[in-house]
């Protein structure tokens, strides 16, 4: 992974993510799926890891960022973080996406790139923008039944929101659940206090349509 023209600060919000080469899926299977987020958890760690050794025990200890949200969809994953050392970020995403690419790879019998170049990302500089990216992210998998859900005035909000809900590749169950593995919400906004409350934001961009 070559160097990045961006930096990153402690303590500042990131929205990252990237897609496949030529928009090609990264996940054929529900074992990719769960194998990507299986690494988002041990690679957040300051520790040296070899993912062949590690157990299923394994505690990261001292975390390298905070994830607030994530969701993977079929070509393409997005990510919400809060780096809390120098160079969190780029160790994460470097030991992330190696590492997935590497498995990808080998199950599958192909070599070369898996993603379409260096990781993304957008600097979250105002809360109006990280109360957005909460339910943009979550709302991802709506495409995967209704790819124009937004101009879609007919649309059945609530087929899509029981789908959303019930997605599980996204933060959005952890967060319904009240049970955080891979993120940890502590260092982020409160902006939701009860489960309930994801789900009545997520409502309500379900129920704007485009003019």
Request: glycine share 4%.
């Amino acid at each position: 992974m070559s160097s990045r023209k961006e930096t990153f600060a402690p303590g500042e919000f990131y929205h990252l993510y990237n897609r496949g080469t030529e928009k090609r899926k990264i996940f054929l299977d529900k074992k990719d799926y769960e194998y990507f987020m299986y690494l988002m958890y041990i690679c957040n760690t300051t520790k040296s890891i070899e993912t062949r050794k590690i157990g299923k025990d394994f505690d990261p200890e001292e975390t390298i960022v905070n994830i607030g949200v994530y969701c993977l969809m079929p070509n393409h994953f997005h990510i919400l973080v809060r780096e809390k050392i120098d160079g969190g970020i780029s160790k994460y995403m470097l030991k992330l996406m190696t590492s997935y690419s590497m498995y990808f790879n080998k199950k599958y019998e192909r070599s070369g790139r898996l993603y379409g170049g260096k990781f993304k990302s957008t600097y979250i500089n105002n809360d109006r923008y990280m109360k957005y990216i909460y339910s943009y992210i979550h709302l991802n998998p709506a495409k995967l039944i209704d790819k124009h859900w937004k101009e879609n005035k007919t649309k059945n909000n609530i087929t899509i929101l029981n789908y959303i809900s019930s997605y599980p590749y996204s933060s959005l169950s952890e967060y319904l659940n009240s049970r955080f593995k891979i993120i940890n919400p502590k260092p982020f906004p409160l902006y939701f206090k009860k489960p309930n409350e994801h789900k009545k934001e997520l409502f309500e961009w379900l129920n704007f349509t485009e003019s």
